[in-house]
């Protein structure tokens, strides 16, 4: 993309921008929190949308090397985490074991250094809502990059759960995220079944939906209704709606339940200060915080 198109208006001319890289994008609430947090910090700098096609992403990627380039940060999301791995200078360790990005930091020499985010803003929700993962028995539906990116931590920190069952609609889809997960990590804990009803949710502790299904009105709810339980934390990856019909439902049952918001405020967090290259304060955090919430009409 020749970079006077990277800029929409003269308004934005000599800013620094972030954005986030994917396609499609959607109604991203991205922006709203990040430009709220370089607002409040009084930043010259604008976070925009880059939905990008499939053959606009190399030439992209090569513009940032450019020192005139006005882009210092962007994040990744479906369905080009895996794939901009190869288009970085630098990754994080935790990077080299789940093998995707959602974060990237362009320095002043232009070298881009990848994050992942996602795992620990996971990580520092479920903190936020009291559950422990150790020796828990943990479900996951859906088999895609925020799976990837959460069988990953959680086989990873020392807080291990007992056991991590994982269905996805197209069964060679979890194998396949199993298999190569478990070139880089210890995964003895993770089976992949062939039904729901395998997933064993009436005796599971983490319910996690790691689907696109419940952001539709008429979605339905993957789980059967009897067999969520009060003994549980069920977690939907979804935001929007901020209920989906299976926390509905989890609700009901007298589960604990939580949507996907705070996940996405804590990643956008540790993006940030990826960028700022040093810790915010939590005054700004919850500015960013309560973007996302406005957002949402919360
Ligand atoms: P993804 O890569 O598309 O993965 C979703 C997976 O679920 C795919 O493998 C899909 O299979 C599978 N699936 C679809 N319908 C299913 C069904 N009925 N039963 C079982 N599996 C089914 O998406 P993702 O990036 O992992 O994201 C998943 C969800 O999490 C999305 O709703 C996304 O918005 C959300 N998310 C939230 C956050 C956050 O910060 N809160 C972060 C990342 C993602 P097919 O490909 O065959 O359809």
Known sequence: MPLI?????????????????????????SPLMHNAAFDALGVDAVYKLFPLQEGELEPFFKDLKD????????NVTVPYKEKVVRFLDNVDPLVDKIKAVNTIFINDKRKLVGYNTDAPGFLA???????????????????????????SVLCLIVERPKSIKIYDIDKGKAEFLVKDISENINIDIVETVNSIDDLNIE??????????IGMKEKDPCLVEEGLLHSGMLVYDLIYNPAETELLRLAREKGAQVSNGLGMLYYQGVLA???????????????????ALEKGLGL
């Open 5 to 29: 198109m990277i800029w929409q208006n003269m308004e934005e001319y000599n800013k620094s921008l972030y954005g986030l890289v994917g396609y499609p994008l959607g109604h991203s609430l």
């Open 67 to 74: 020192e005139e380039s006005p882009i210092f940060g962007l």
């Open 125 to 151: 929700h479920l903190s936020e809502l009291g559950f422990a993962t150790d020796e828990k028995s943990v479900a996951i539906i859906g088999a895609g990059g925020a799976a990837r990116a959460i069988i």
């Open 203 to 212: 005796s599971s502790e983490l319910l996690i939906n790691a689907t696109p």
């Open 272 to 290: 940030f200060q990826r960028w700022a290259e040093q810790e915010i304060d939590q005054k700004i955090k919850n500015i960013m915080r309560k």
